[in-house]
């Protein structure tokens, strides 16, 4: 491991660490729940986008390294937003599970995001190297999914956003650009 | 211990307006002067000079009519949703510290027989204050329940005569970006503006606020004169009002504008009329972590639900 794998686990943490942190010193929030929610939540689309900059970061931009971040980055992802689901349904609706299911129901931002958070499970479940092997080619076609559920993430923030959507629509920009750039001209595919 | 007049070490405006509040809030107030006069008693030296001695926050009362705790002082200074100065609600209060609002000028208007311009002063002056305890309900699925002193709109617009042609009641807050930084911001259109139909407005439930828990009304809560209105959406009770204006049509609200779709003009609480992002069937109390069913018209249906009698409160949201 390199220092800079080092780097990007305490990147990653930073967030949980600072809302730690806050809880320690008594700077807590005065709406806890609604913060914590945010604040998960943006760190979840974050790291993922994060991981998916990783492969473009590679071939495109020459940071070799990069290759050997995706992965963890996007596991970070992936466990900020569990962080973020479980205070949703366990804190904040206390696992009451018709009021959930009314809330999803009505509300499209919702709907979105639990498909998102959906097509996330199985992606970090078979994330490990035994099952990349298990699954050879259908690894590859089945991880291709999360160009579906990051977008899907940042349609759910735009529809969260309180009319002032300009943070999300930077996220909405970002993604485009790095599915944009895994597109088969600029992946090197060709070259080979 | 010196005695110092309290004039000496307060601001002019300040003691007379604490004065104005002491007067009208009776034996209370007898209990608060003795604060204001020696400071709090675990204090043993003089507040600085430089400082003046705001009193402690204290209320009359310590729950609403249904049983309901006030939300502490803090919270209620330190969590709010005021985008004149920051849209982070943690970080108003401190944006906003610097504001002075005085002197402070609001015009009442429009279709009026007696169009005036008071100063707060004068309105401090000229309606006595009250205590009123009123749960806050916010859109974005948050409550509080706040002591505010204030005095009924009605009173203020029965000087001001509406005439006939008279419907609505049209609240301008202050369009200053060097004072409220935010409006420097041009995703919005300011001044934020709100309104009520003239019976809500003359409704003895809706008041203009000039202060909370027994002390003068902070910059983060709507310094020097806010409106309150308990049976709608927090941000119908528009804060650091310049301008009453009558008005015969409908008035616009920036939210309105902005979102029309998410905010209408009546925006009374109802848990029936779902919003795209927030829950409007329960909502959050600040200071529990655990979900309330939100009540119709906020808990004051049996005094407001016939204002909108026959009406599809669907439909007018
Ligand atoms: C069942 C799945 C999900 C639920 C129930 C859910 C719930 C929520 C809620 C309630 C909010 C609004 C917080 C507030 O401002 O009050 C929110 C915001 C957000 N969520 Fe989710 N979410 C889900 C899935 C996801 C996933 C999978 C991601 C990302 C990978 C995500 C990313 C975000 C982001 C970025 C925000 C905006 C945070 C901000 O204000 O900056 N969510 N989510």
């Known amino acids: 491991m390199r220092r800079s ?115 996330l499970i199985p992606l970090a479940l078979t994330s490990t190297a035994a099952w990349q092997r298990r699954l050879g080619r259908q690894w590859r076609r089945m991880h291709r999914m999360v160009y579906l559920a990051v977008p899907l993430a940042v349609v759910h923030q735009i529809w969260q956003a309180k009319s002032d959507i300009r943070l999300a629509v930077l996220f909405a920009l970002v993604t485009g650009l790095v599915l944009l750039m895994r597109l088969p001209p600029t992946t090197g595919a060709r070259r080979r | 211990m010196n005695r110092i007049p ?25 209990a608060a002067a003795a604060l204001v006069a020696c400071g709090a008693p675990a204090q043993p030296a003089m507040p600085a000079p430089t400082q003046p001695a705001v009193p402690a926050p204290r209320a009359a009362g310590t729950a609403d009519e249904r049983g309901d705790p006030l939300t502490d002082f803090d919270s209620v200074t330190n969590y709010n949703n005021f985008y004149e100065f920051s849209m982070d609600k943690e970080a108003v209060a401190r944006a906003s510290a610097g504001f002075v609002a005085t002197p402070w000028q609001v015009t009442v208007d429009g279709l009026v027989r007696n169009p005036q311009t008071y ?26 329940v706040i002591p505010w002193q204030g005095f009924p709109l009605h ?36 001044p934020y503006v709100e309104g009520l139909r003239l019976d809500e407005a003359r409704h003895d439930l809706t008041i203009l606020a000039t202060g909370l828990y027994g002390q003068t009304l902070l910059p983060q809560n709507g310094a020097p004169l806010r409106l309150v209105v308990p049976w709608k959406y927090g941000f119908k009770s528009i804060k650091s009002i310049v301008r009453i204006e009558l008005t015969a049509a409908q008035p616009t609200s920036l939210w309105m504008a902005s979102a029309p779709h998410e905010y209408g003009f009546y925006a009374n609480v109802n848990p029936d009329v779902a919003h795209p992002r927030w829950s409007q069937a329960t909502e959050r109390r600040i200071g529990e972590l655990s979900r ?26």
């Open chain 2, 155 to 190: 009173r203020l617009l029965a000087e001001a005569e509406p005439t006939a042609e008279a419907g609505y009641v049209r609240f301008t807050t202050l369009h200053d970006p060097e004072r409220m930084p935010g409006q420097r911001d041009p995703w919005f259109t300011w």
């Open chain 1, 5 to 119: 794998d080092g780097l990007i686990h305490v990147l990653a943490l930073a967030p949980l660490v600072w809302i730690v942190f806050d809880q320690l010193t008594g700077q807590r929030s005065i709406n806890p729940i609604q913060t914590w929610t945010q604040r998960s939540g943006f760190s979840a689309l974050a790291l993922l986008l994060a991981s998916l900059a990783c492969t473009p970061a590679n071939r495109i931009a020459g940071v070799r390294r990069a290759a050997a971040w995706r992965r963890p980055l996007g596991l970070y992802g992936f466990g900020y937003a569990l962080i973020h689901v479980l205070i949703f349904v366990v804190i904040d609706y206390a696992a009451d599970g018709s009021a959930i299911m009314a809330e999803l129901a009505e509300k499209r931002y919702l709907i979105v995001g639990a498909l998102a958070f959906a097509i």
């Open chain 2, 6 to 30: 309290a004039s000496e070490i307060t601001p002019e405006w300040l003691y007379r307006q604490r004065r104005q509040f002491l007067r009208s809030t009776g034996a209370l107030g007898l």
């Open chain 2, 119 to 144: 100063a707060i002063e004068d309105l401090l002056g000229r309606f006595d204050q009250e205590e009123r305890i009123y749960r806050l309900r916010c859109v974005e699925g948050w409550s509080m």
């Open chain 2, 292 to 317: 309330r069913e939100t009540l119709p018209f906020n808990g004051y249906a049996a005094d407001v639900a016939s204002l909108y009698a026959g009406m599809d409160l669907r439909a007018n949201y």
